[in-house]
């Protein structure tokens, strides 16, 4: 069996996203409306930030996950109850959110903040996806999505926070 080192993984599933038609910047764009508030930022700070939480083993493996689901789905390979149950997105449904928490927690509780309001505020690219459901199986890949920007958002907050308390300490 063929191994793949973390670079590889990394660039499929980067292919993998922008097949089902989600850039980086998309999910960037999503961090920017996010944390603009809060802190003097950048859409190419917002997008490192997405890229860092895209290159940590975990993020890779859900997005493989999520989106091999959706894929499989839309192609009506899963047996009934299930294929219909993820097909609809059926509201009490919850296991696309469950897998993307594996994202969403890799920065610390203010990633599970950011997901809970993307998931009522749907912004850019999340309502996009939101609105290809009829259309396209996107159950898990919306979900997936608002992690990946939720724990940027929270991984970008640290960073400014980080910054703060050297400033303090200097002072
Ligand atoms: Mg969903």
């Excluded at 939480?53 to 299930?82: G, S, Y």
């Excluded at 509201?91 to 950011?114: C, F, H, P, R």
């Excluded at 910054?163 to 300490?169: A, I, P, V």
Aim: net charge negative; proline share 1%.
């Amino acid at each position: 069996m063929y191994k793949y080192d973390m670079d590889e993984l990394f660039e499929l599933s980067i292919e993998a996203l922008r097949k089902k038609g989600v850039e980086i910047q998309d999910i960037a764009e999503v961090v920017y409306e996010l944390q603009k508030d809060y802190a003097p930022i950048t859409i190419e700070l917002c997008e490192e930030n997405v890229l860092a939480v895209l290159r940590k083993r975990e993020t890779i493996h859900a997005v493989l996950t999520a989106l091999a689901i959706d894929k499989a789905v839309d192609q009506k390979l899963f047996d009934e109850p299930i294929q219909s149950i993820i097909e609809d997105d059926e509201g009490l449904y919850g296991i696309d959110e469950v897998l993307s928490l594996a994202v969403v927690n890799i920065y610390g509780s203010i990633g599970l903040t950011n997901f809970g309001f993307l998931d009522k505020q749907k912004i850019g690219i999340i309502d996009k996806l939101d609105k290809m459901k009829g259309k396209e199986v996107t159950t898990f890949t919306d979900d997936l999505v608002a992690a990946i920007a939720a724990a940027a958002a929270s991984r970008l907050a640290h960073g400014f926070r980080i910054k703060e308390e050297e400033q303090h300490h200097e002072a």
